[in-house]
């Protein structure tokens, strides 16, 4: 009974744990879906979020990273070329301080069992850093570093942690994020020498003594320096020379012999004459007051005296070099287009121009200037224009009188024209005698013309490769047509020989010129360029006018100067940037003006074959800049044309 019982007990215990659990439902389950998957989906966006987070910030830092490792890269190159100088500059002053003895070596640690040898300073920076890096030191320092890297990186410094040391040094005036820019660049600076700590050497530290204990010797040298310089800074007389020859032999007696005699030859020749460039301070004295000469007793350069132009400085008493200064006078714009060719008037302030338009023009330089409304604010116009050409004009020549003017064009015609009056009025009426006559007989471009001061003749040279020789007014006008020497040649310029009437000088392509005779079309001589000439064009050729002397320049950026006599080259030298596209010589044959497709002008001393001045004139078109230059005959006057359709004056002033 009582097992029956029990059973009984147990399932009703059964019946009511089931009536008591939960009962599952449709809906319940959804919603318990719906929500863990809302759950989830929150968890996932913040994932996400602390992912992009987390990839932003190790881009950061390994762009950090990269710039620190640069920055450390950058300033052991540094430490090394700046230990590698001083080491050089500690040996020179050695030598110079002990009669020539080589110094002793302090790159080498010297073995424990073997003695210390010396050996010479290493050649240059590479073998220097090998050695370095051959010891022993270095390459457990620099495993070291490799560890650290590895493990921990480099440590980012915030630009807060840094001290600020405006307050301590009294600087102000600057911003707070200049600091602290400032501020990790030096502490960058110093953790990345601290890390070559290991590469000094007690021979190191000896050797800064040494070189420590030199320098009050050389600071005693520049404070008596700078006083002998003030007393030469004051007019100058027999006192003060005694002075700076007393001053001079005090200082023989404490300074090394190369010194001294480097301050008594500056002493002897009073202030220096180079131009004063940008200025920068004295690296060993801390000062700009140390002298030229010292440095270069001692073996060091000087930046300051680095000028491109140091080679006229010492010319500055010479009169031959006292040129003019020129300086942009007059700009004429009427053209419109590129101007080939110009020449002034030999005695009037005129100037003739020949433009790619089609037109010559005749200005007058002392018109008045007027605008639209006759204000007189305005550009100078040309007070009158010659047409008769079929194309572009390309070259142009007056008679020594001025009274005759003759052009040669595209279209192979050669036109002669008797001047205007140089008062006339630009609204004048036509005149067709202007034009007087016409040549015909290239059957190409004509690229150059020249006139004969003595009987009057023309010559001509056209692509066609002949050359012309024209008598104008004649019934046959037609004298003479020289042919090239080969095939392949094309005159390019030509010129009367000034100091031979019956020579013609005579420039082609392929770096090719001679001399003809204008009698006989022979070729009297030929210009030795030599083997290394190179087959470029020759652009311009002109005659000295008192010395039997050709000059030449062409597409290889060099002018050359010929002897007439024996053919061979005098001088040459490399004058612009690009090709020198025309030469011009003074009247009196001092100076030389070549200008250039680089657009810039250059005057040059023809004795010492020096510039003297160089001109920005033109811009440059269709590659062509400046395309004719030339002197005023009898006044102090030059001019250039140009592929910017402008033709500028230039006045002269003396120095």
């Not at 002034?344 to 003739?352: A, D, G, I, M």
């Not at 070259?395 to 005759?404: I, K, M, Q, R, S």
């Not at 002109?542 to 001088?571: A, Q």
């Not at 044959?589 to 002008?601: R, T, Y």
């Amino acid at each position: 009974m009582e097992d029956v019982g029990q059973q009984q007990n147990s399932q009703n215990d059964k019946t009511d744990e089931e009536t008591s659990r939960p009962q599952y439902s449709m809906s319940g389950v959804l919603h318990y879906i719906q929500h863990e998957w809302t759950r989830y989906e929150l968890e996932r966006s913040r994932w996400e979020a602390e992912r992009a987070e987390m990839q932003a910030r190790i881009a950061f830092l390994q762009g950090e990273r990269k710039g620190q490792e640069n920055l450390k890269s950058d300033l052991v190159r540094r430490i090394k070329m700046l230990e590698f100088c001083l080491k050089q500059e500690r040996a020179k002053v050695y030598r110079l301080t002990h009669n020539g003895d080589e110094p002793p070596n302090y790159d080498e640690v010297p073995d424990e069992n073997s003695a210390p040898t010396e050996n010479h300073l290493a050649a240059d920076l590479d073998s220097y850093i090998n050695d370095t890096e051959s010891t022993g030191n270095f390459r457990q320092g620099r495993l070291l570093l490799k560890r650290y890297l590895e493990e921990i990186g480099y440590r980012l410094i915030a630009p807060s942690d840094l001290p600020n040391n405006d307050a301590v040094n009294g600087k102000k005036g600057k911003s707070d994020s200049d600091s602290d820019d400032e501020n990790l660049l030096d502490m960058d600076a110093s953790k990345a020498l601290d890390e070559f700590d290991f590469l000094h050497t007690d021979s190191d530290l000896k050797n800064d003594d040494d070189w420590s204990g030199n320098q009050n010797q050389y600071d005693a040298l520049v404070r008596k320096y700078n006083i002998e310089k003030e007393n030469r800074r004051k007019p100058r007389n027999s006192e003060d020379d005694s002075s700076s020859e007393s001053l001079t032999k005090n200082l023989e007696t404490d300074v090394p012999p190369g010194i001294a005699s480097a301050i008594a030859a500056s002493a002897a020749e009073g202030l220096p004459t180079r131009r004063q460039g940008r200025r920068s301070q004295n690296f060993a004295y801390g000062n700009g007051g140390a002298s030229s000469e010292i440095n270069a007793a001692l073996g060091i350069s000087n930046e300051e005296n680095m000028d491109i132009k140091d080679e006229f400085g010492s010319d500055q008493d010479d009169p031959s070099m006292q040129a003019h200064k020129w300086s942009t006078k007059i700009s004429l714009r009427s053209h419109l287009d590129s101007i080939w060719a110009m020449q002034f008037h030999p005695v009037e302030p005129v100037l003739f121009t020949a433009s790619e338009d089609g037109t010559v023009k005749l200005w007058n330089l002392e018109a008045k200037k007027e605008d639209k409304h006759g204000s007189g604010t305005g550009e100078i116009e040309p007070i009158y224009t010659f047409r008769g050409h079929m194309g572009p004009v390309v070259c142009l020549v007056l008679n020594p009188t001025g009274d005759h003017l003759y052009t040669g064009g595209r279209d192979g015609n050669l036109c002669c024209w008797n001047v205007p009056a140089l008062n006339s009025d630009p609204c004048d009426a036509y005149d067709p005698r202007v034009l007087a006559e016409t040549l015909n007989g290239h059957t190409d471009v004509i690229w150059s013309v020249a006139y004969h001061s003595s009987n009057g003749r023309l010559v001509s040279a056209s692509s066609d490769s002949t050359i012309k020789l024209w008598e104008p007014g004649n019934s046959e006008p037609l004298i003479r047509t020289i042919n090239p020497p080969k095939p392949s040649l094309v005159p390019t310029s030509v010129d009367f020989v000034s100091t031979e009437t019956t020579h013609l000088l005579a420039a082609y392509t392929n770096c090719f010129a001679q001399i003809l005779d204008i009698e006989t079309g022979a070729s009297v001589m030929v210009f030795d360029f030599g083997a290394e000439a190179t087959g470029r064009t020759l652009n311009k050729i002109v005659s000295h006018p008192t010395m039997p002397i050709s000059v030449i320049g062409g597409e290889d950026r060099t002018i050359r100067y010929f002897d007439n006599t024996t053919g061979k080259l005098i001088h040459e030298s490399l004058a612009h940037i690009e090709g020198v596209s025309s030469l011009a010589i003074d009247p009196n044959g001092l100076f030389l003006l070549s200008g250039s497709h680089d657009g810039s002008l250059r005057v040059w001393n023809i004795e010492k074959k020096v510039c003297l001045q160089e001109i920005s004139a033109h811009r440059k078109k269709n590659d062509n800049a400046v395309t004719s230059v030339a002197f005023h005959p009898s006044k102090p006057l030059i001019g250039s044309s140009g592929a910017d359709s402008v033709a500028k004056i230039y006045v002269a002033a003396s120095n």
